[in-house]
Structures are given as structure tokens and as C-alpha cells.
């Protein structure tokens, strides 16, 4: 009898987890079919999934990337038996007109010169963006702008390094006059020197050089510029000139004098309060009459002014915010330590609130490379301009999806990869902070 | 007497304008300002230079010219002979109703989207994500673009409602028709009807308003007035007392008996919408440039929308959901009282500017055809006048003032749920 | 012209002196390139190739302009305008010609100061409906949704020709033809309406081009035409007889074909004029002798440039109409070179 034991000695063989609970159909129960709700919505979602997919790639098959005109896509799919206003894509007038899209009127011989000069944004740039860049890379981000700017208008090669030497006679009337006069006259002067080399004696200077050594490429007009490459152009130019724009307005707003607040603060709220669509037409139609009698900047010039301008108060607000983030302890700190206005700026405040403001700036950028669409307004030939272009030539008349929605594929690659990035680097600075 | 008081004044120096800080920060702004001076006298003179070379004077005189255009959507009564400023109020008016409607539905839409993209269920969870990516990263213009072309190619023009066996069939027991050229919805119809009041003679800025709605509006709030005075003496008696009154039946009904009077007086019926001629007359005619640009940016902000709410629900420390269900409170008050308070304070701010910046898209409105005030004003008034300079400065102004308002308010309202910090 | 770069923090910036009142035959001559005006797309009348070079009826016009002032019909940079912004960028000097299918109005000449130098093509705005609609008078229009090209005068054309006639009718303003053709295509409009060239080169590459008729009104004038800026006469003569050279050459008999035979010597002497073997007409206007002969075989007479273009021969099928010479019963009338 008391041999019984109640007590189990050894353990029982572990059973498999219930089929409903493990693998694929655990997976759906826990994930698309945990409750009625849920079940509705999951098979909603799967309908919306179908009736989607099977509508856009019975279209989108279509074997007519050859097709020269669109009554000869007709002709294909007539001949495939598909019939109907959607019986499928046109890939033809894609694949005649991408580089179109991708490059404008730009010379076809000159390609080369827009990839490399996005090459060298991309690794002029790469020491800022990636912390893991090489460091000497650094030394390359001052030269990139004149870099690009030269391979992409062309010219002779004196330009962009006379205007280059802008900032050394800059340097060079800094040292030099606060030396004699004190430094805040030297800050004054440089500013005053790059101003007066690069309206008064630049031109002369290039010409002089350029006559004795004739060193540059064909000069390309900024009205071949088109598609892609003029969105992206735009966009990068303005992002770039409106940083520091945004960063001597942002300091501008949080100032203590009034005068320069009230004027800062006037400038951020006004750009930030019409739309964009207003001030291209300003470009298009007023900059002009707002200039002295004889002057006249091409369009593309005068819509990067404006896009500056625009991008130059967005970024103002984002690098606010960046500042505003910053512990108020810092500021104390830099104070502490008997740093004056500019050097705790310099040396305290502005690298760590430009750090905090990155991804802000990110979005600020792919807010204005979206917005460059709407040049296509004002008549300039971006790639929605373009596509009005391709549809008015008499093979491409009536074509609609194809190119919007090769339009809008590209966008999605452009900004979406750079919203990952800017996602990449908010949780790089998250795990920075704690 | 006059002994302790002043320090030894020191003469003054021209360099004492620079050098200190008494005088300095007057030198930056008096600098400052006359920079900005000499710039817009600089501006303010080259447009007066060209304008001369280019013989045209600025004038408004325009204005009060007759448009000579038509224009499809008028929210008040309009015929192409009355002025420019007539035409660019029109456009106003329609800019303010594609704004309104498109940052109502892209807030229901945004918080929706939002909270699905938090959802446990896989499948929607990842739908949403891939809405939200979709549509933030292409071009609000090109998403315009594509939303009318798709009503347009999709939807039965009114000619498939023809015939025997029309291809197409209105909905709701007749009473929508879904077109190509828009929708057409009832329209409320009264048959005593008080009659309207004109008001502003001929003037650019005449209105029409109609007694019929002013009535029903009045008896309207004083129902929702009456309910809330029921409400709050339900709620003194529930504190004088413990017991609360039923009152559900009461509230309803002084809002729902009298303005049911009302409109049986005035006799309110629905006007349907019926296919004749070419088009569909009587009802309300919802058009297509409308229905797809209110669409198109209810759709783009939306996404950034759900981002703001996703980001404000998340940002909400999971200890205060705990801490509430420890002091006993239901999910329901928790949600209402804890997290979403707070999570609106993280909200609010980025809201606003998503509605600004819904708001001044709506100025793409000319991708569709849509006649908003850059339709009108900066558009066919531009077009026809040549006159830039004023209808340009005039359409930006007003934006401008329509932003500055909309911040205005929503900032004051910002600060009215803000937490005070310590 | 002087022209001085000078790039700005980081942007290149190119300012040159270009508005000027007079003078612009040598701003033209300094800068070797035309700049010329046209539309952003508009079939048949001007749109890029693939290749990116300008084709059309009024790009044809610009050419023409190039060749006979610069000795080559590529020199010019095409700016494309949009109905608002083509007159300031004609004003502020930014083109020296605008050909884009413009209508020339008293006010246009007058007011927004102007110089048309003549007509390249007589229009007039009409309308088209689907056959099935069983319409044959824009008078039976009563209630119609009208699809209209903004940013011309086709709208108030349109807003006189109902109110005139008494019928309402629903406006659809829309920017592009692309996306006229598109609406009216769908259904979303009974009615397109704009120039009658427009309409039938639209017409011409729907997929059943006979299931659409053009109703007979014509209820505008409109005169397209090349227009410069107003103060400029040397300009606007050189553009006004370029026009005509073309014009003339097709009523005399000259094409791209036979010109180098006949640019010998004729016995003609209007033709000899025109080709500069005889007169010195091309020192008048401050170019040389062979001025009309390089602006004709840019891309031939008047004639050639319309049957290349938008002609029967094209997909657009454009019959010449009001703009046969005025020989064969037409408008187009060139006063003697002589």
C-alpha cells in the first residue's frame, strides 16, 4: 500500500505545442485571426491586396518596351488578343524617353559630367552623414559645391576656384584686420572682403585667368537642365545655401535685440506662411522687375533663389527646435567657462544642436525635393513638365499612367531611401543619449 | 546732496559704439535696420524703374473690372460679368472649402491610419506602413495628378446612366449619382422657405443669407443649450445627492423635437439629383477637380498625420497607463483622461503646421482645374490683366493671412491644453 | 554682351546685361543663340523629340529666325513658357521673340505693349463633341460641361459666346491639352473647346478619330502669330520679314528643293530680291545678302514648314484653309519684297 506514490518520479515526455499555437497557423492566429475584429480586417486588407495586384500587374505585363509610338503598343496588344482602353502598359515611350526624364536636354555626351558631379555630392557629403566615412574625407566637403557646380554648368575651370578664393581672401582680411583693429572689426571685414571680391573683381580676375591659361569643359546652359537632374539639382543647391541661411536665421529669432528678431522672425513667418507655388511665381514673374534695370538671371537661377529662400525658413524652424532641445546647462556651461556669444556658438551650441537637428534636416530636404515638382507649374521642364512634353509629341499623344507612375516610382526610390537614412540616424542618436 | 551718485562720466567715443556692450547690441540693430531699409527702398525702386521702363503703372484699378470668365464652383452667386475682385472672393472662398474639408478628413484619416499602423494584426500593421511610405514619399502635386486621373478613368461618365440598360445605375435608391464629372448629392429643399437676405447692394462682396439656415442653426444651439443646462443640473443633483437623474431621453429630445418642428414647418424635403440633357441637374454637385484635390491632400497628410499620432500615442510613458489602472480608472477614462491629454500635447504643435501645409497645397489646386485663389486671382485674372506685380502681391497676402490665422488660433489652443511645466 | 560669372557661396551664378530696349539684333548676334519663346508642349505646334530637339509649326518660326539672323537654324535656346508666364518673359527680355500660338488682341498689341509682326496661322475657336451625342450646333450646348484650355482667351470667348446666346453651360478649366483630351475622352466633359488647330490635331490621334465631329461654329478670331517686344523696331522687322520670306517664297515658288538652283539667278526678279542676288534688301534690315535664303531652307516655305508639321500628310491631317496664299483662296498675304 505504501508503495503508492502520488508523486509522478519521472517526467513525462514534452509534447509538441498545440498545431494551433506553432508554425504558419499559429503565426495567423496570433497575428491576423486573434479575435473577430482583427479576422475582418485581416481578410479586408487581403481583398484590397488582391483586387490591387491583380488589376495593376495584368496591366503593367505588357510585352511593348519596344514599341515606338503608342498605336504601335496598340497594335501589340491588339495582336496579343488584349483589347481595351487598359488592356496594358506602354513601356515604349519609357524606355525611348528615361534618359529624357533622368537627364533633360542636358548633352547626351556630357552625362558623365551629372553622374560624377552626384558622385562627389554623395561623398562630399558621406563625412557628414555617416560617422563611419574616413576622415580625411572632410577636407574634400568645403571643395564638392564648386566641384559639382563647375562639371555641371561647365565653363572654364577659373570660376568656381576664383570664387573659391572668395573665402581666403575672407580668411586672409580676418587675420589681418583683427591683427590691427581689433576682432570684431576683422569679423566685419571678413565679410566685407569675399563680398567685394566676388561682385567686383571675380569676373575680371576669371576672365584674366582664363585668358591666359584656357583650362574648363563646354559650358552647358542651365536651361538644358531637366527632369530628374534639374529636381535634384535644385533641391541639393537649395538645401545646401539654406543651411547656413537657416542657421543665421535661427540664431536671429532667439536673439535678445529686437530689431534683428523682429527681422528674422518677419522673414521665417512670411516664407513659411504662402505657399510655395507663390514664390516660383515671384520667380517666374517678379524677380526680375524687383532687380536693377538690366539684369537678368535665367529662370533655373532665379527658382533656386526663391527654393533657397523657401528651404532657408523651414530650416531655420528645424535647427530652433535643435536649439531649443538643447539643456539649458549647456549654455550655462559655456558661459561658465567665460565664452563669449560667437565661441559658445562655435565651439558648444551649434554642434550639438546641428547633430540633434539632422534628421529634421533630412526631412526638411525631401520636403523640398518634392516640392521642385512644381516648377513643372512655371513651365520648367522637371519630369512632370517633361511628361506634359512627351504627351504632346504626336506618337506619345494620350499616354497617362506609364509616365507618372514611372515618375513617381522614382521619386519613392529617392525619398524613401533618404527617410530610411534620416530613421537610421535618429536611433543612432538615441542610443547616443542614453 | 549730489555727491555719491554718478560715476565720472567718461566722454564719449565714436568706438564706444562697437567696443561696448552698452552701446553695441544699438549698433547691431540700428545697422541692421537701416540694411533692411536700404534693401527695400533698393527693391521698392528698381520695381518702380522697370514698371516705368515697361510703361505700366501699378494700379488696382483692375479689380473693379469685369472677369469676363466663368467659373464652375461659386460658393456665392457669380457670372462673368462681375469684377476681378468678385472672381479672386470666389477663389478664396473655394480655397477655405477644400482646406477646411481636407484638414477634417485628413485628421479622421491620420488618426485612423495611426493607430492601425499600432495595431497587433500583422497584416494591417505593414498596410499601413506601406501607405504612410507610399504617400509621404512622392510628390503631393504628382498624388493631385493621379487621383483626378483615376476618378476620371474609372468612374461612369453621366452618359452610361442613358438608356434602356445604362451601364451605370445611381446609388442609394437614386438619390447619388457617381460620376466622372463629380457626385451629385440631395440637397436639402424647403417649401415654406423664409427667403434669404441680401446683403452688401451690388458690391464685390455681396452675400445672400439664407433665413432657413439661420433659423434651424438657432434652434439648433438653443437645443444643445438646453441640453448642457439638463447636464449640468443632472450633475448638481448627482453631487447634492449621490443619485443621478435619468436624463439621456430629455437631452436628446430638446435637441431633436424642436428643430423636427421646425423643418416640418418650413417644409424641408431632399431635391434628388436626375439626369437630364447632358448632365445630371438638381442636387448638390460635388465636382470632380474638388472631390480629387480634397481627396489627394487628405490622403498625403494623412500619412503625415498617422506619423504625428503614432509618434504622440508612443511617446506616452507606459507607467502612466499602469499608474491609472492602479488608481482604478477603466481602460476607457484611462484613455481619455491619461494618455490621450498627453499625447495630444506631443501632437498639437506638429498638427498645426501639417494643416498650414495642407492648406497652402491646396494652392496645386490648378493642376485640376480646381478655381481656388490661384485659379482666379493669380491665374485667368492674371492671365487676362497682366497685371503681376498686384495680383501676385495680393494672392500672397491673402495666404498669408490665412496662415497667420490658422496658427494664430491653433496655437491658442495649443496652449490651452499644453501642461504647464514646472 | 558683358558677362561676368561669379559663383556665390555655393552656387554659380550667371547675370549678363540682357533687358534692353533697342539693340537686341546684337544682343542675339553677341550671345550666337536665339532665345526663343514657346509653348511647354502642344501638339504639332512645338515638343521635344527624344533627343531633346524642338519640333513643330512655331518652333519652325524660331528657326527660321536663327537662320536667317545667326546662319544657323540650331542656334536657338527654346524657353518654354506657360500662358502666365510667356508675356513677362517676352517683357523682361529674357526671350527675344515669343512663338507661341498667340492670339493677337487690341490689348495684347496695345496694353501689355507688344509688337505682333504678323500671322503664322489663322484659328478660331471651336468646339468638339463625341458624334454619339447627336449635337450638329454649339447652340444645342444648352447645359453642357465644357473642357477649356486655360491661360488663352479661349475662356472669355467662351463666357461671351454663352452669355451672348443665352445657354448655360459648366466650365472644366484645365491647363494641358494632355489633360483635356484625357477628360474629354473619359466622358468627364460633353465638349472640348480651343483653337480649331488644336482641336483637330487632338482629334487625330484618338484611337477612333470618327467617333468625334467638330461642330461648324467658329466663334472667335484668332490670329497666331510671333510677337517681340514693343520699342525694338529693327528686331520686329527682321522676325516681321523672316515671316513674310517664308510666306513669299511659297507663293513665288521657292522650296528647300529648288532654292540652291534658284538662288543662281531667276528671271524673276521678286524672287532674286527675295534670295539677295538682286537689291540689297538683307543690308536694309542689317543682316546680309542671304538672309531669306538660309531662313527658307531651315525648313523650307511657308507651305513645306505647314505639310511637315501639321499638314494631311501628318498624323494631325490639318487641311490649309484660311492659310492657303491668298492665291489659292486663303489669307495669307505677304507684302512685296521689294
Redesign the interface.
Known amino acids: 500500500m505504501s508503495d503508492i506514490s502520488f508523486v509522478r518520479t519521472e517526467m513525462l515526455p514534452e509534447q509538441d505545442p498545440p498545431a494551433s499555437t506553432v508554425g504558419l497557423i499559429g503565426w495567423l492566429r496570433e497575428n491576423l485571426f486573434s479575435g473577430w475584429f482583427n479576422s475582418i480586417l485581416s481578410l479586408v486588407s487581403i481583398y484590397v491586396i488582391y483586387v490591387i495586384l491583380s488589376g495593376l500587374l495584368s496591366w503593367a505585363i505588357s510585352p511593348t518596351w519596344g514599341a515606338h509610338s503608342l498605336n504601335e503598343c496598340r497594335e501589340i496588344l491588339a495582336g496579343l488578343g488584349r483589347e481595351g482602353h487598359y488592356a496594358g502598359a506602354c513601356w515604349g515611350v519609357i524606355s525611348e524617353r528615361w534618359l529624357q526624364l533622368m537627364f533633360g536636354f542636358y548633352p547626351p555626351e556630357h552625362y558623365w559630367r551629372v553622374i560624377l558631379a552626384f558622385v562627389l555630392v554623395g561623398v562630399g557629403l558621406a563625412p557628414v552623414l555617416f560617422d563611419k566615412a574616413p576622415r580625411a574625407l572632410l577636407w574634400f566637403t568645403p571643395i564638392f559645391p564648386f566641384a559639382v557646380a563647375w562639371l555641371l554648368w561647365g565653363g572654364t575651370i577659373w570660376g568656381p576656384l576664383v570664387a573659391m578664393a572668395g573665402f581666403v581672401v575672407g580668411y586672409f582680411a580676418y587675420r589681418f584686420v583683427s591683427g590691427i583693429a581689433g576682432g570684431l572689426l576683422g569679423i566685419i571685414a571678413a565679410f566685407a572682403a569675399p563680398v567685394i571680391w566676388w561682385l567686383f573683381l571675380a569676373g575680371p580676375v576669371a576672365g584674366a585667368l582664363g585668358a591666359i591659361l584656357p583650362i574648363g569643359i563646354e559650358a552647358v546652359e542651365s536651361r538644358q537642365f531637366g527632369g530628374f537632374m534639374l529636381s535634384v539639382t535644385i533641391g541639393i543647391t537649395a538645401i545646401l545655401i539654406s543651411l547656413p541661411l537657416g542657421i543665421v536665421l535661427a540664431l536671429g529669432r532667439q536673439s535678445n535685440l529686437f530689431i534683428v528678431k523682429a527681422l528674422c522672425v518677419g522673414f521665417i513667418e512670411f516664407i513659411r506662411g504662402v505657399p510655395l507655388i507663390t514664390l516660383l511665381f515671384v520667380a517666374s514673374t517678379l524677380l526680375n522687375i524687383f532687380m536693377p534695370p538690366g539684369t537678368n538671371f535665367d529662370i533655373i537661377l532665379r527658382v533656386i533663389i526663391m527654393v533657397t529662400l523657401f528651404a532657408a525658413a523651414y530650416m531655420a524652424e528645424v535647427i530652433r527646435g535643435g536649439l531649443a532641445a538643447l539643456p539649458k546647462g549647456q549654455y550655462e556651461g559655456a558661459d561658465s567657462l567665460g565664452l563669449n556669444y560667437w565661441q559658445a556658438q562655435r565651439l558648444i551650441i551649434m554642434p550639438q544642436a546641428l547633430k540633434i537637428s539632422i534628421p529634421g534636416i533630412v526631412s526638411t530636404f525631401i520636403g523640398v525635393f518634392k516640392d521642385t515638382t512644381l516648377v513643372s507649374i512655371i513651365g520648367l521642364l522637371d519630369p512632370l513638365g517633361l511628361s506634359n512634353a512627351i504627351r504632346a509629341d504626336t506618337n506619345w499623344n494620350g499616354i497617362v499612367w506609364e509616365i507618372y507612375g514611372f515618375i513617381a516610382l522614382v521619386f519613392f526610390i529617392f525619398c524613401f531611401s533618404m527617410s530610411r537614412y534620416s530613421m537610421y540616424l535618429e536611433r543612432k542618436l538615441q542610443t547616443g543619449h542614453h | 546732496m549730489t555727491t555719491l551718485t554718478d560715476p565720472p562720466r567718461e566722454s564719449f567715443k565714436l568706438s564706444m559704439l562697437i567696443y561696448d556692450t552698452r552701446y553695441r547690441s544699438l549698433t547691431i540693430q540700428i545697422v541692421a535696420l537701416i540694411g533692411f531699409l536700404l534693401l527695400i527702398g533698393w527693391l521698392i525702386g528698381n520695381t518702380a524703374q522697370n514698371l516705368a521702363d515697361l510703361g505700366k503703372e501699378p494700379s488696382f484699378g483692375f479689380l473693379a473690372e469685369p472677369a469676363g470668365y466663368d467659373i464652375n464652383q461659386r460658393l456665392l452667386d457669380y457670372n462673368s460679368q462681375d469684377s476681378h475682385l468678385r472672381a479672386g472672393l470666389i477663389g478664396l472662398l473655394n480655397t477655405l472649402l477644400v482646406a477646411v474639408l481636407g484638414c477634417i478628413t485628413a485628421t479622421v484619416l491620420g488618426v485612423v491610419i495611426g493607430v492601425l499602423r499600432l495595431s497587433k494584426n500583422w497584416l494591417v500593421a505593414r498596410l499601413m506602413t506601406i501607405y504612410v511610405e507610399m504617400f509621404r514619399n512622392v510628390p503631393v502635386l504628382l498624388w493631385i495628378v493621379f487621383t483626378m486621373a483615376i476618378l476620371i478613368e474609372t468612374l461612369p461618365a453621366p452618359r452610361a446612366f442613358r438608356g434602356e440598360n445604362p451601364e451605370a445605375s445611381m446609388m442609394l435608391s437614386d438619390s447619388v449619382a457617381v460620376t466622372n464629372r463629380g457626385v451629385y448629392i440631395p440637397e436639402p429643399l424647403f417649401s415654406n422657405s423664409l427667403g434669404n437676405v441680401h446683403l452688401f447692394g451690388e458690391s464685390a462682396i455681396r452675400f445672400d443669407v439664407s433665413l432657413d439656415l439661420i433659423a434651424f442653426l438657432a434652434v439648433l444651439m438653443a437645443g444643445f443649450w438646453v441640453s448642457a443646462w439638463i447636464k449640468r443640473r443632472a450633475d448638481r443633483i448627482q453631487e447634492e445627492t449621490g443619485d443621478r437623474p435619468t436624463t439621456w431621453w430629455q437631452r436628446i429630445a430638446v435637441v431633436v423635437v424642436p428643430t423636427g418642428i421646425l423643418l416640418t414647418v418650413l417644409g424641408f424635403h431632399l431635391g434628388y439629383p436626375e439626369l437630364k440633357g447632358f448632365n445630371f441637374s438638381g442636387g448638390i454637385h460635388l465636382r470632380n477637380s474638388l472631390i480629387a484635390l480634397w481627396l489627394a491632400l487628405s490622403l498625403y497628410t494623412a500619412a503625415f498625420i498617422a506619423e504625428i499620432v503614432r509618434a504622440g500615442i508612443m511617446a506616452i510613458n507606459k507607467g502612466q497607463t499602469e499608474a491609472a489602472s492602479a488608481l482604478g480608472l477603466s481602460p476607457r477614462r484611462t484613455m481619455s483622461l491619461v494618455i490621450l491629454p498627453q499625447a495630444l500635447r506631443v501632437i498639437i504643435p506638429p498638427l498645426i503646421s501639417n494643416y498650414l501645409n495642407l492648406t497652402k497645397n491646396s494652392s496645386l489646386a490648378i493642376a485640376v482645374g480646381y478655381m481656388d485663389l490661384t485659379g482666379t486671382l493669380m491665374g485667368i485674372t492674371l492671365n487676362q490683366t497682366g497685371r503681376e506685380l498686384e495680383t501676385v502681391l495680393m494672392g500672397m497676402l491673402v495666404y498669408l493671412t490665412i496662415s497667420l490665422s490658422i496658427s494664430a488660433v491653433m496655437n491658442w489652443y495649443n496652449n490651452r491644453v499644453k501642461l504647464v511645466e514646472r | 554682351m558683358k558677362k ?18 533697342a539693340a537686341t539684333l546684337d544682343d542675339v548676334k553677341a550671345r550666337g543663340k536665339l532665345n526663343c519663346g514657346v ?6 505646334f ?7 530637339v524642338w519640333e513643330g509649326f512655331d518652333v519652325a518660326v524660331c528657326r527660321a529666325v536663327a537662320a536667317a539672323v545667326l546662319g544657323d537654324p540650331m542656334a536657338v ?1 527654346f ?7 510667356r ?3 517676352l ?4 526671350i527675344d521673340m515669343l512663338a507661341r500660338n498667340t492670339t493677337w488682341t487690341f490689348s495684347r498689341d496695345v ?3 507688344f509688337d505682333f509682326v504678323g500671322v503664322n496661322y489663322y484659328d478660331g475657336q471651336g468646339f468638339m463633341v463625341p458624334k ?2 447627336g449635337v450638329s450646333s454649339a447652340k444645342e ?5 465644357v473642357c477649356i484650355q ?3 482667351t479661349t ?2 470667348n ?3 459666346f ?2 451672348a446666346n443665352n445657354i448655360s ?10 489633360e483635356a ?3 474629354y ?6 465638349v472640348y473647346t480651343t483653337d480649331a488647330s488644336g482641336l483637330a490635331a ?1 482629334r ?4 477612333d478619330p470618327s467617333a468625334h465631329v467638330l461642330l461648324p461654329e467658329i466663334i472667335s478670331k484668332e490670329p497666331l502669330g510671333p510677337l517681340v517686344r ?1 520699342g525694338d523696331n529693327e528686331w520686329g522687322d527682321i522676325v516681321r520679314w523672316t515671316l513674310n520670306a517664308l510666306i513669299s517664297a511659297e507663293e513665288l515658288g521657292v522650296t528647300s528643293a529648288n532654292i540652291g538652283e534658284l538662288s543662281a539667278g531667276t528671271n524673276n526678279p521678286e524672287v532674286n530680291r527675295l534670295l539677295g542676288t538682286e537689291g540689297n534688301l538683307g543690308e536694309m534690315l542689317g543682316l546680309d545678302a542671304e538672309w531669306a535664303k538660309r531662313a527658307i531652307m531651315a525648313g523650307g516655305n511657308y507651305g513645306e514648314v505647314f505639310e511637315k508639321n501639321i499638314g494631311e500628310a ?3 491631317g490639318l487641311a490649309r484653309g484660311l492659310n492657303a496664299q491668298w492665291t489659292d483662296g486663303g489669307l495669307l498675304y505677304s507684302p512685296p519684297f521689294r
Open positions: 561676368s560669372v561669379f559663383l556665390g557661396a555655393l552656387t554659380l551664378a550667371s547675370m549678363g546685361a540682357g533687358v534692353a530696349a509653348t511647354t508642349g502642344l501638339v504639332g512645338a515638343a521635344p523629340d527624344a533627343n531633346g535656346e524657353v518654354p513658357t506657360t500662358g502666365k508666364t508675356f513677362t518673359a517683357a523682361s527680355g529674357e496694353d501689355l505693349k454619339e451625342l450646348l444648352d447645359g453642357a460641361t486655360t491661360g488663352t475662356e472669355l467662351l463666357a461671351d454663352f452669355r453651360y459648366e466650365p472644366v478649366p484645365i491647363e494641358t491639352n494632355a483630351q484625357q477628360q475622352l473619359a466622358g468627364a466633359c460633353d487632338t487625330a490621334t484618338f484611337e514693343h501628318t498624323p494631325i
